[in-house]
């Protein structure tokens, strides 16, 4: 019994600390994009990329970033500069790189989604000096089309709505007759 106690505690101990583990980045696409006189490279958690589905953005320069400073700034299809509201930056459309939280050697944006589909264009600046522009192709978003998901979305609750309606009719009607009828 003594054992069982052991090892139901050791597994309570030992699970949330496998479950906090990092999950590895899985990169499926990369592009090269001339950078001053290198090359930056750029890869994606998934491809093609698609309107409003979240992914992952990794940029490395020829030599890694150690000692290196990088900033992006992405350009929507229609022309603006945008700010892809990625948490921890301060929503400037010149986004200073950070470091990916789960591949640290490299800069990166974690679960970021582009809002609309389109040509994009991410322009990169590296130590203030080398620029490198690259196409970004985003497809439509996948899925039916908004209006159709909150549609199917709310029907449930319009039928509970009616449900609930028709009982408080009932109910309010006897209360109107005083519990009698």
Same mark, same amino acid.
């Given at each position: 019994?003594?054992?069982?106690?052991?090892?139901?505690? @050791?597994?309570?101990?030992?699970?949330?600390?496998?479950?906090?583990?990092?999950?590895?980045? @899985?990169?499926?696409?990369?592009?090269?994009?001339?950078?001053?006189?290198?090359?930056?490279?750029?890869?994606?958690?998934?491809?093609?990329?698609?309107?409003?589905?979240?992914?992952?953005?990794?940029?490395?320069?020829?030599?890694?970033?150690?000692?290196?400073?990088?900033?992006?700034?992405?350009?929507?299809?229609?022309?603006?500069?945008?700010?892809?509201?990625?948490?921890?930056?301060?929503?400037?459309?010149?986004?200073?790189?950070?470091?990916?939280?789960?591949?640290?050697?490299?800069?990166?944006?974690?679960?970021?989604?582009?809002?609309?589909?389109?040509?994009?264009?991410?322009?990169?600046?590296?130590?203030?000096?080398?620029?490198?522009?690259?196409?970004?192709?985003?497809?439509?978003?996948?899925?039916?089309?908004?209006?159709?998901?909150?549609?199917?979305?709310?029907?449930?609750?319009?039928?509970?709505?009616?449900?609930?309606?028709?009982?408080?009719?009932?109910?309010?009607?006897?209360?109107?007759?005083?519990?009698?009828?």
């Amino acid at each position: 019994m003594r054992a069982v106690v052991i090892a139901v505690l @050791t597994l309570f101990v030992l699970t949330p600390v496998a479950s906090a583990r990092a999950e590895a980045l @899985t990169l499926v696409h990369a592009e090269r994009v001339p950078l001053g006189a290198g090359i930056l490279t750029a890869s994606f958690s998934a491809w093609p990329i698609r309107a409003g589905r979240s992914l992952d953005f990794t940029f490395e320069p020829d030599g890694g970033i150690d000692g290196h400073t990088g900033a992006l700034r992405a350009i929507a299809p229609s022309g603006e500069a945008h700010a892809l509201g990625i948490v921890g930056l301060d929503g400037n459309v010149d986004m200073k790189l950070p470091r990916h939280p789960r591949a640290r050697d490299v800069w990166g944006l974690d679960v970021v989604a582009l809002p609309e589909e389109g040509l994009w264009r991410f322009e990169f600046t590296v130590d203030g000096a080398a620029t490198a522009t690259m196409p970004v192709p985003v497809g439509p978003a996948p899925g039916p089309p908004p209006a159709v998901s909150w549609a199917v979305g709310m029907a449930p609750w319009a039928v509970a709505l009616v449900v609930l309606s028709r009982r408080w009719w009932r109910v309010r009607g006897r209360w109107d007759r005083g519990w009698n009828g």
